[in-house]
């Protein structure tokens, strides 16, 4: 179903070792999922591209 959206797509990583640790604390992150910028980008470009890819079928 083709439901217009136009806007943008993020990805958020929670992770301490790549946000503020004031920004950590506040959303209470207690546990690190990635702690390298360029891979938590290249990971997260990789499963927004291949969820658009599936919503499309």
């Not at 950590?24 to 890819?53: C, F, K, M, P, Q």
Request: glycine share 6%; hydrophobic share 40%; charged share 25%.
């Amino acid at each position: 179903m083709d439901i217009g959206y136009t806007g943008p797509i993020t990805f958020e990583s929670f992770s301490s070792a790549v946000v503020d640790p004031v920004l950590s604390d506040t959303l209470a992150v207690w546990r690190n999922l990635r702690d390298e910028n360029e891979d938590l980008a290249r990971h997260a470009h990789r499963y927004i591209t291949d969820g658009l890819h599936a919503a499309r079928r």
